[in-house]
């Protein structure tokens, strides 16, 4: 654990009038209330927890970021990506720890650990921050507990050895050093008295919250009160008789009779009610609710439809609208969140890993996947045309940050074993002409993004990502059991290094149909090809994909074909027309475009496709994968880990490939299609 006693060596700063804590002087925790309708210069924690407890908005604001952060995965890498397998054995520690909880000292796993911090994050001038407990309460130790700690107890010293006090009323003060506690906050405060503290969102827009409460108070009020408040003017009632009907009616409405009426006589002019206040129509009283929630809102970075409300316009939400109120909320509040705890699971960690939320944005993965295509297909002409050198294009790729992986400047690209044309999916020719002589596209899809009224981006990917982990856990399996066999043919020629180049081309161009090896090798082929062929026609998603990609594929053909269609009968329309053979320029009403419809056959078919030129790709990519790796696949162990680990690597390859795989096989359906 970490050292709880007070260091006699803390040599803390101080300026004057500053509010920061000094060792054990907590000046920063227990100010003066100042009045409500001023922004406030400093409360205590309680106070500023009570607040954001009054105000509901404010709670699904946190809320919402909240469940954001345990929605999403989260990994833990190696700052340099080519120690990854070196790092392996901490990379899972460290991982299990914050999943499990922290060791022996708590239970709290990730999930409540979020929880716990981003609510002080969010409520806290201080923050966050959690003690962090290290083997053999060594400073450089390994990490065996985390504990978060109560936001309201601690307080900046200014010292930067020991950063972290917290004070518990009738206890001794705990001074932090730096290796045991990570801290986060918002907003760092730029006066000098307030140094070392933030500013977190219900300081920032301290008057919308106080707004939103003091119209809720008023709203609840003038539902409360009976009657409500006001004066009853009685006229030309005597002050005498006007007080006696008013005990008298608190006598009578006392009790539970039901027979109370109070009665009110013996005047000329009319009795009229006078109320303090007005009805919540006359005061606009929801637009103006909605007009702080707004502010509100934006405060914690977010836009209303992230807590669950919508537009206030007559029109409603909108797709485009909705997703635009989205990437506000991911570039602002979300985006602040994810870095924040970021920071705060690096503190953590050794300086060789890094933490990091595994976020999936369709559309930037998307335009990020087409500046790569782009950047590649411009730097291929400027290499031919000798502007500028293969070296440069790279070091200006690095720069432009189209790549997350650590790369080096500049490649020994002798070291490196390239892949032959056979794979085409992997080497030179995937943006070349097919051997059809068609040039394969670099998009999957309608292109066009929902936020500028289109239908969203490539169908089949997303199909295809639905069904993820199904693929992979069943592509693993296939691969596994074909390596058991594809694997002993390899170790058995790989060690003759004069003839196992050419063995490898001769290998690559039979499992694509360009020729026939030797019998032995081929029956290991057929082996490899039926084991994998097996499992994989067993698997639940390759029907689901199949019958899915059929349907988008028939509705993408029946939609260009009724454009076509429609364009055709017009023309004729208008030649029947200027012939006289008809008295109108539009086609007939009764003249339908004839829709195909997704048949079993189809399906059978897209399953067929899809799995004929799945599996030759899975065992080139394995082949490649089993010659590159250092250890020989034990082909009688089936409990080799080896063969395990190279078979979910392999999956993992093959999967990056499908989208390729499956633009394929749309353009053979549609060559179908167009044939009936």
């Not at 782009?374 to 790279?394: K, L, T």
């Not at 899809?445 to 289109?454: D, T, V």
């Amino acid at each position: 654990m970490a050292n709880k006693r007070t260091p006699k060596n803390v040599k803390v700063t101080k300026q004057p009038g500053q509010l920061s804590a000094t060792g054990g002087y907590l000046g920063g925790l227990d100010r003066t209330l100042v009045p409500l309708w001023n922004n406030p210069q400093w409360l205590t924690a309680d106070v500023w927890r009570g607040f954001v407890r009054r105000q509901a908005i404010a709670i699904l604001c946190r809320e919402a970021i909240t469940n954001y952060l345990i929605s999403l995965d989260w990994s833990i890498t190696a700052r340099d990506s080519t120690k990854a397998d070196e790092l392996k054995e901490d990379i899972d520690y460290y991982t299990r720890l914050l999943e499990r909880g922290n060791a022996y000292y708590t239970s709290m796993d990730f999930t409540s650990h979020i929880e716990w911090i981003v609510k002080d994050l969010f409520d806290l001038p201080f923050g966050a921050a959690a003690e962090i407990g290290r083997e053999y309460n060594s400073p450089n130790g390994k990490v065996v507990w985390i504990k978060p700690l109560d936001g309201g107890t601690l307080a900046p010293t200014l010292d930067f050895e020991w950063p972290v006090v917290q004070h518990f009323p009738n206890y001794q003060p705990v001074v932090f050093p730096k290796e045991f506690v990570t801290r986060i906050y918002l907003s760092p405060r730029t006066e000098i008295q307030r140094e070392g503290w933030g500013m977190a969102p219900p300081e920032r827009i301290f008057l919308a919250m106080e707004m939103l409460n003091r119209g809720d108070n008023y709203y609840a009020q003038l539902l409360l009160n009976t009657p409500e408040a006001g004066i009853l003017d009685l006229g030309d009632t005597d002050m005498t008789t006007a007080t006696e009907w008013v005990k008298s009616a608190k006598e009578e409405l006392f009790g539970i009779n039901p027979m109370k009426i109070p009665v009110l006589a013996e005047h000329t002019t009319t009795a009229k009610w006078i109320p303090f206040g007005k009805l919540p129509s006359e005061i606009l009283y929801d637009s103006v609710t909605q007009r702080y929630i707004t502010i509100l809102c934006a405060g914690y970075g977010l836009t209303p439809s992230d807590i669950g409300m919508g537009s206030s316009s007559s029109g409603g939400e909108t797709l485009s609208g909705t997703i635009r109120n989205e990437r506000v909320s991911a570039k602002s509040g979300k985006a602040l969140a994810k870095k924040k705890l970021q920071v705060y699971f690096e503190n953590i960690l050794p300086e060789t890993l890094q933490f990091g939320w595994i976020d999936f944005d369709d559309e930037k993965n998307v335009a990020m996947s087409r500046a790569r295509m782009a950047n590649a297909n411009a730097g291929n002409v400027w290499i031919q045309g000798q502007v500028f050198s293969p070296d440069e294009i790279r070091r200006q790729t690095i720069a432009d940050g189209l790549f997350t992986i650590t790369l080096p400047e500049t490649l020994d690209r002798k070291s490196i074993e390239w892949p032959t044309n056979a794979l085409r999916y992997i080497g030179n020719k995937s943006n070349a002409e097919s051997e059809t002589g068609k040039k394969g596209s670099n998009q999957i899809g309608e292109p066009k993004a929902p936020s500028s009224g289109g239908q969203g981006e490539v169908k089949p990917q997303q199909i295809i990502s639905r069904s993820r982990s199904a693929i992979e856990i069943s592509l693993t399996k296939a691969i596994y059991s074909g390596n058991q066999i594809l694997g002993g043919l390899i170790n058995s020629v790989r060690t003759d290094k004069n003839d196992f180049s050419a063995w490898e081309k001769r290998f690559e161009n039979s499992v694509v149909g360009k020729s026939y090896m030797d019998l032995v090798s081929e029956t290991v082929i057929d082996d490899s090809y039926n084991a994998m062929a097996e499992l994989l026609e067993k698997s639940n998603w390759l029907d689901t994909v199949s019958v899915e990609l059929a349907r988008v594929w028939v509705d993408e053909h029946n939609e260009r074909g009724e454009v076509v269609w429609n364009q055709t009968e017009v023309k004729k329309a208008e030649m029947d027309f200027i012939e006289g053979k008809s008295n109108d320029l539009l086609p007939s009403p009764d003249k339908v475009y004839p829709r195909k419809s997704v048949t079993n056959e189809l399906v059978r078919i897209v399953k067929q496709t899809l799995l004929g030129k799945l599996l030759p790709m899975t065992l080139l990519v394995s082949e490649k994968s089993i010659l590159s790796d250092k250890l020989e696949i034990d082909t009688t162990d089936r409990t080799d880990n080896n063969n395990i680990k190279l078979a979910r690597s392999v999956a993992e390859k093959v999967y990056g490939l499908l989208p390729q795989i499956v633009s394929e096989v749309g353009v053979e359906i549609e060559t179908i299609l167009g044939e009936k």
